[in-house]
């Protein structure tokens, strides 16, 4: 018995080193100065913009929310990442509204948790689950043929009124996926890019108007996302049969999820402790209402960056609106994909 305690000692002495070593190493990574530095600059200085409007007697721009129209037949809303955090209270949050909500993501068994848990808080919701790996192109292409033939077998209309892209990742290590790009920007944005421009005929058949919110955050400052969300905005006005899809980008601030999983234990718990007693930090049934208020804006509203919940809006970062750059990263993209099954279905 005394051999058995002293070994569980030891290995937890062991595991406890490990985790110490990992944090150090993390420390003096790039990764980290980035989260520490650049990341916090960004989210206070998004809260400065909200601030500085009311200390000026400026009411940020905001828009109320439009409940959908759920006459003859019930709208369709696509949500990504939808098993856990942001992604899932989105789904939870439209089912609510009177959507036909398609649960998208990477594991069969959370999606079928996240489907009980929305059924057991809301008895009236109405929801579809697909399992789709968004860092894999050809899993994105089955996920669209298959959602075609479920909304061909419904009594629904074959077309859908609401993308969500809220799925994402915070990788602190490289890793390639099967078509060759870094899993992070993979999931994050070539995933969003692909999925988005192979769901834009089911949102441009839709009977009224549709639209795509892209889940961005104070990161944007670095990331291409946000790029890619103006760049489509730009492109549907000039798009005969898609200026009925709006765009818009929701930021939902600091939000505690799992997304800093991947972030050695004791640096994510310092985070959230500080986060938190900055008052910066929020609960995802919070920090979900700007990605709500995005969803839910008039029709008509397209380009706008929602921040802050209750409708705000705020200005995103100079670099994000350089339309030369984001009409760059749109070629660049395209290019990359002319070579997956993607160029194929897009040609």
Known sequence: MENKQRESQNLAMISLVKELWRTLLFVFSIQFWRMGLLWTFSIVFSHY?????????????????????TVPVRPVAVVT????????????????????????????????EAERKIKDWNRNAHLK??????????????????????????????????????????????????DGYDQMIGTNYIGAFVLTNLLLPLLE?????????????????????????????????????????????????????????EVPSLLSLLAHFVLKHLGLLQSPEYGVS????????PPGTSGAYFFGGIGRTIEPSILSRDAGLALKLWETTSNLLSTTPFGAEDD
């Not at 939808?82 to 068994?109: D, I, N, P």
């Not at 103006?230 to 006005?237: D, G, N």
């Not at 700007?290 to 804006?297: F, G, H, K």
Request: charged share 15%; glycine share 4%.
């Open 205 to 261: 058949s839709s009977n009224v108007s549709s639209r795509i919110v892209n889940v961005t955050s104070f990161t944007h400052r670095n990331v291409c996302l946000l790029l890619f969300t103006f760049e489509l905005h730009r492109q549907l006005r000039l798009r005969e049969k898609s200026h009925q899809i709006f765009v818009a980008a929701a930021d939902p601030g600091v939000v505690q999820t799992n997304i800093l999983r």
């Open 81 to 112: 990442g939808a098993t856990s955090g942001l992604g899932f209270y989105t789904a939870y949050e439209l089912s609510k509204e009177g959507y036909v909500v398609v649960l998208v993501g990477r594991s069969q068994q959370l999606l079928l």
């Open 49 to 69: 913009q909200l601030i500085k409007d009311f200390l000026c007697s400026q009411r940020p721009k905001s828009y109320y929310r439009c409940s959908p129209c």
């Open 290 to 297: 700007s990605i709500i208020d995005a969803a839910l804006a």
């Open 129 to 178: 689950a697909f399992q789709v790996d968004l860092s894999s192109v050809e899993s994105i292409i089955m996920f669209r043929k298959s959602l075609q033939q479920w909304l061909s077998d419904s009594d629904l209309h074959s077309s859908i009124q609401l993308l969500i892209n809220a799925a994402g990742i915070l990788a602190t290590s490289p890793r390639i996926t099967a």
